[in-house]
């Protein structure tokens, strides 16, 4: 996987900052990124993908805007601890769950649209300490504990819909998401041309 890719070529997995082109044979862009402290490079994420869950995840330094397709589903914790991370995301209304999707992104505070898709968003913004952007919840969600726990800079009012019991729900719930993912790949998933990684493997990267 892109653990051993950095091995190979003497890259500690930190401080891998390569232009990556995602293939568009991928399906799933799971932990792609996962604990890339240094990875800063624009992803063009391809409309095969239906999966992006801690695609992003620990890329402190990471601070591009994303584009996601309407293929993707999931985007759990797909950008938590970023945090740098201040730039337009744009959530396509084929999302479903998007649980801690911004978790611990402590500099993110861009307006933000919740899709009606979207059931699951549990602790979509904690910590978000500079988050302070109107936001409304979708009619049928289904789970928002904690969605906005740490948000100290939050001063909006939100409409809650039918599914959410008060607005402590949203602050400050005792509940912690479960999030699981597999990650493994081969060093055949990958080719590399001296200066752009190309990802062909759906199978992740541990």
Known sequence: GLKHFCKSHNIQL?????????????????????????????VEIPNTVTK???????????????????????????????????????????VISCASMFANCSNFKQPIAIPDSGRICK????????FNQPITLPLYIQSCENMLKGCVNYNYDIELPPTVPNSLFLFNYNT??????????????????????????????G
Do not use: W
């Not at 401080?15 to 044979?25: E, H, T």
């Not at 602790?123 to 500079?130: A, D, G, R, Y």
């Not at 999030?179 to 199978?203: G, R």
């Open 14 to 42: 930190e401080y891998f900052n390569l232009p990556v082109r995602i293939s568009d044979s991928l399906k799933d862009c799971s932990e792609l990124f996962m604990d890339c402290h240094s990875f800063n490079q624009s």
């Open 52 to 94: 992006c869950d801690r695609m992003f995840f620990n890329c402190k330094s990471f601070n591009q805007s994303v584009n996601i397709p309407l293929s993707v589903k999931f985007c759990n914790e797909m950008f938590s601890g970023c945090e740098q991370l201040n730039q337009t995301v744009v959530i396509p209304q084929s």
């Open 123 to 130: 602790e979509m913004f904690l910590n978000c300490t500079n």
């Open 176 to 205: 912690l998401p479960e999030i699981e993912n597999q990650a493994e790949c081969e060093e055949e998933d990958f080719s590399y041309d001296n200066y752009t990684l190309t990802i062909k493997s759906s199978s992740g990267l």
